[in-house]
Structures are given as C-alpha cells and as structure tokens.
C-alpha cells in the first residue's frame, strides 16, 4: 500500500508562487509514475501535470504550461509541483496521484491509471 501526502497549498494572490509537496512511502518510489490533479467546485478532476518514474517523460495541460513545473527527488521519495503565475481559476483542490509501475506516455493524463491518491491540498488564488 503507498500512502501519499500533499503539502504546501494554501492562499497566494494572483500573480503569485507555491510549491506543493508530496511524500509517498514504499521502497520502490522511484519506480512509480507520479502525478498533480485537480478538481474545482463543478467540475471534473483534471490532470495538471505528470512525469514518468525517471522524470524523463512530462505532461503539462495546456493550462498551466510556462507557469507549472513538475519534479521529483526519488532519494526523498517526494514529487513536487512549482506553481508559478498563480490566477484565480488555478483555484482547486491539488491532488498527488500514483502508479506503481510505467505509464505510456499518452495515458499520463488519466485518473484510472493511477492506483493511488492524496487527501488532497487546497489552492486559493485571490484576485
């Protein structure tokens, strides 16, 4: 069983940076295909970014690409999410996805890949 934790959400003004963390257990982190999602009120989960156990393979939504960056330290078995640029429809609940083993490159997207999930971490963009 992984067990992921989100942190560093919280209320930044329009414009502004965070850098959400996540902290996964199990020994074979570095193996696992990682991902941020989120989900406003309304509205469906929405992947924001992804990256492969390597870190080699990336996906950004349209959205957030130039201003979101996705990064992993295996050593530290955490994934983070730099969050640049921040505008109010940024405004979601973040989630940490994972999947134990390799994703192809064009289903990183996807919420049924991934077999594991965060509590969630709540981003608040004020305008």
């Known amino acids: 069983q992984v067990q992921l934790v989100e942190s560093g959400g919280g209320l930044v003004q329009a414009g502004g940076s965070l850098r959400l963390s996540c902290a996964a257990s199990?020994?074979?982190?570095?193996?696992?295909?990682m991902g941020w999602f989120r989900q406003a009120p309304g509205k469906e989960r929405e992947c924001v970014s992804a990256i492969s156990w390597s870190g080699g393979i990336s996906y950004y939504a349209d959205s957030v690409k130039g201003r979101f960056t996705i990064s992993r330290d295996n050593a530290k078995n955490t994934v983070y999410l730099q969050m640049n640029s921040l505008k109010p429809e940024d405004t979601a609940v973040y989630y940490c996805?994972?999947?134990?083993?390799?994703?192809?490159?064009?289903?990183?997207?996807?919420?049924?890949?991934?077999?594991?999930w965060g509590q969630g971490t709540q981003v608040t963009v004020s305008s």
């Open positions: 996805a994972a999947r134990s083993d390799t994703v192809v490159a064009g289903y990183l997207s996807l919420p049924r890949m991934y077999h594991y």
């Open positions: 199990g020994r074979t982190f570095s193996s696992y295909t």
